[in-house]
């Protein structure tokens, strides 16, 4: 990840040339200054950024572990063994091993009878509120901070900065509003409500790739997914146990619908767990999210972690389906055939190096310096630099993929024209010349 910096013009030392003519020697010591202020606020931004990520890894994990084993828990239940637990209003029961000892979970649908509720319950709810937070804090400060870097791509769309932030807040709760919609509508009708949402979740995939980068359409699907499941524990599932609890603890009949209500919840939301973990990761693997279909892509991939995680919960239920987890590596086997490079044919005229190297040195250099000069960047990409032939014949490889794929320049904000993409491939495909050629 790039380090983000306040929009700001190189500062050019005593000596160099400014736009307005040399830069007097006196007005060095402000130059400098103003540049070590730069260089701390990007430094201070890499800590955000780094302590709010392992943050969101943190909970994250938290979350989606305690998500994982309730609803493994809650599809391996067996019927109580003796009458006087049935008569306590047991539900289910699982007997574990684990770390060196026995548990017993039981699981009373409307709270147990003839005894009353313990006042120390555990809630899990703060995981995932923090770590939907954390999450919205990596948002703002690489989405958002650095829009006109990752968010925006003028080639697709012609936003400025506030303009894209409006737009991707109002997708997450617009997002979150037309689903809540859909599953408030369609009570009772679990199959058709899993395929209109489904829909929906691809329409919105689509819809995103005409408005942002593609590296920012997808972590905005995996953001509006990511709201729908920490809304729901908000504003359904721990509300709901409240009300139960509330009336187990008054003495009054106890409505059974929140429970129903939390469940259909919990089990979307463990739908959703894979998607969204893929896109998490996904800015790490420009071959997906670049490719001139990356809205589908994503689609197939999210379908393949539905597969996968349609298989673990069939089988905590005793229900052994293999034909799905070899559906969805299939499904994954197919994309990644799809996603191949072309081969390129390396038998025209030599690219030597030097071409290459002019070619970079226009279009990739204001950020891959060991001082960018392009607004946003006080240090390269990864730390790869791209200024001499040394250092480029060193990233060949790397060089070659991500501007085959269209991924770099970034939203090709320096103009990179196909023709110059192809030299690019067909050097690499000679062998990437050595230096000097």
Known sequence: MARLARPVKPIPTAGERSPGGPVPAHAAPAGNLLRVKQCMESYFLDWANLLVRWLHLITGIAWIGASFYFVMLDNSLKPPKTPADTERGVFGELWAVHGGGFYRSQKFLTGPRGEPLSDDLHWSKWEAYTTWLSGMGLLALVYWVGASSYLI???????????????????????????????????????????????????????????????????????????????????????????????????????????????QRSVHNTYFTLPVLFIMISNHYPMTYSHPQGWLVLVLIMLAGVLIRQFYVLRHRGQVKWWLPAAGVVLLGAVAVWLAPERVDASGAKVGM?????????????????????????????????????QIAQHAAKIAETVANGYMPLANLTGMSDAERRLIATWMAQGAGRIGE
């Open 153 to 263: 791509d003028r080639n697709v769309m012609a936003l400025e900065p506030a303009g894209a932030i409006a737009i991707s807040i109002a997708f997450l709760a617009v997002g979150w509003l037309v689903y809540d919609g859909l599953c408030r509508v369609l009570v009772g009708k679990d199959g058709v409500l899993a395929a209109l949402v489904f829909v929906f979740v691809v329409a919105c995939d689509w819809a995103l790739f005409q408005v942002f980068s593609a590296r920012g359409a997808y972590i905005h699907v995996g953001a509006m997914i990511g709201t729908m499941m920490v809304a729901n524990v908000f504003f359904h599932i721990i509300p709901g146990q409240r009300r139960m609890v509330a009336q187990i603890r008054a003495g009054t009949a106890v409505d059974p619908r929140p429970g129903v209500i939390g469940k």
């Open 354 to 390: 030097t071409e290459v190297t002019q070619v970079l040195r226009q279009r990739c250099v204001a950020c891959h310096a060991a001082q960018p000069t392009h607004e946003g960047f006080a240090q390269p990409p990864k730390g790869v630099v791209l200024e001499t032939p040394e």
